[in-house]
């Protein structure tokens, strides 16, 4: 019973930090793109995102359209996560500052990996749907354009049908598995040691 008392919570604080994380990462993305701040969405993500990103964004600067307090809120946000993961599912305490940091860059790119995973398959079943605009396809729009306009460079169409959706997806999935998996599993090692 404890046992899976202990899995429900690692689910909760697992998914509400990934939520947040990725809710960092999309405003990342749309101020980078330079999104429609009138969009309802892009105004949920920014007063949800705005409270931590308030104190470091006295100090730190905004190097080429890109706030650098969102990145170390997410930075801290991930090593917070990966401390109170590895502490309820092992009762282990983390040793290794550097280990932890590492580790946490490669969640992070995890998590960015995801997002864009998602927002194709959005992109993806919206374009099958004839749908007017709305605020949601303009914001997985934004997220999605510097792959998909690299993957539309890349592939032709072929009878009318666009196939660069199947290469970003598979970019995404090679990037995890080549490299992102391999600095999580270098975090961990360090972090434990």
């Known amino acids: 019973m404890a046992s899976s008392i202990n899995y429900a919570i690692l689910y909760i604080v697992t998914s509400v930090f990934n939520l947040y ?4 990462i999309t405003r990342i ?5 330079r999104a429609n701040p009138i969009n309802p969405l892009t105004r949920l993500i920014i007063s949800i995102t705005k409270w931590p990103l308030g104190l470091g964004q006295h100090f730190l600067p905004t190097i080429k359209n890109i706030d650098t307090a969102i990145i170390l809120v997410m930075l801290v946000t991930s090593c917070i996560k990966i401390y109170l993961i590895t502490y309820i599912a092992n009762g282990i305490l983390l040793p290794n500052i550097l280990g932890l940091i ?22 993806v079943i919206a374009s099958w749907i004839t749908m007017t605009t709305s605020p949601i396809l303009e914001v997985v729009y934004y997220i999605t354009a510097p792959i998909m306009k ?3 460079r890349l592939t032709p169409t072929i009878g009318g049908l666009d196939i660069s ?3 970003a997806i598979l970019m995404i999935k090679l990037i995890e598995i080549l490299f992102i998996w391999n600095i999580i599993s270098f975090g961990k090692l360090l ?3």
């Open 29 to 33: 993305l749309l101020q980078v793109g």
């Open 21 to 24: 994380i990725m809710l960092l």
């Open 150 to 152: 690299l993957c539309r």
């Open 165 to 167: 959706p199947v290469l």
């Open 191 to 193: 972090s434990t040691t």
């Open 102 to 123: 590492i580790w946490a860059i490669g969640d992070i790119g995890l998590q960015l990996m995801n997002l864009f995973f998602y927002a194709i398959i959005i992109q």
